[in-house]
Each structure stands twice: as C-alpha cells, then as structure tokens.
C-alpha cells in the first residue's frame, strides 16, 4: 500500500511564505505526474501546480511567479514553496501522484494525501 504523507501547512500573514512537503512512501516502482491541488470551502478542488517525471512544471495563472513546485525523486517527496502569500490562497491544500507501486504485481494509480490547511491572514 502507497500512501502520501503532507506537512508545512499553517498560518501565515499576507506576503509571507511556507513550503509543503509531500512523501509518498511504500513499495514505490516509479512515480510519474506528481502535483499540488487546494479546495476552498465549497467549492472543487483545483490543480496549483504539476510536475511531470522530467521536472516539467505548470501552474494555475494565479499562482505563476509566486509558487514553486519542485520534486526530490529520490526521497519520492514533492514540494511546493509559495511566496508572496496572499488571504485568497487560503484553501486546503493535496498532494497527488501517480504511481506505479508493487504488490505481487505492477499497479498504477493516483494516490492524495491527507491535505494540509493554509491559513493567510491579511
């Protein structure tokens, strides 16, 4: 079984920044697409940032410039470093990956963390 743990979530003030960590831990063949999604309350859940197994990485328009997403392949870990922090990038925030893990056989899925709360306040 894969499972995907999330950290650095928090409080923070208006143009401050955090970092979230996402490891994914178990018998782990490879990891693909990894990324960040956040859900504000009410509504679905949105993609923030992706990051493909060559480092490839694309944003959502309202956070290019301000956050980074970067991976650690050989800690099965993805990041996301957000500055310049802003109260409408308060949500709740997942990791997700696409993995291909071992149990007897090959499996493919996507798994999500737990999800971790950002709190900007102005």
């Known amino acids: 079984q894969v499972q995907l743990v999330e950290s650095g979530g928090g409080l923070v003030q208006s143009g401050g920044s955090l970092r979230l960590s996402c490891a994914a831990s178990?018998?782990?063949?490879?990891?693909?697409?990894m990324g960040w999604y956040r859900q504000f309350p009410g509504k679905a859940r949105e993609l923030v940032a992706g990051?493909?197994?060559?480092?490839?990485?694309n944003y959502v328009d309202s956070v290019k410039g301000r956050f980074t997403i970067s991976r650690d392949n050989a800690k099965n870990t993805v990041y996301l470093q957000m500055n310049s922090l802003k109260p409408e990038d308060t949500a709740i925030y997942y990791c997700?990956?696409?993995?291909?893990?071992?149990?007897?056989?090959?499996?493919?899925?996507?798994?999500w963390g737990q999800g971790t709360q950002v709190t900007v306040s102005s």
């Open positions: 997700n990956a696409d993995i291909v893990y071992y149990n007897h056989r090959s499996y493919r899925a996507v798994h």
């Open positions: 178990g018998s782990i063949v490879s990891i693909n697409d």
């Open positions: 990051i493909s197994s060559d480092g490839t990485a």
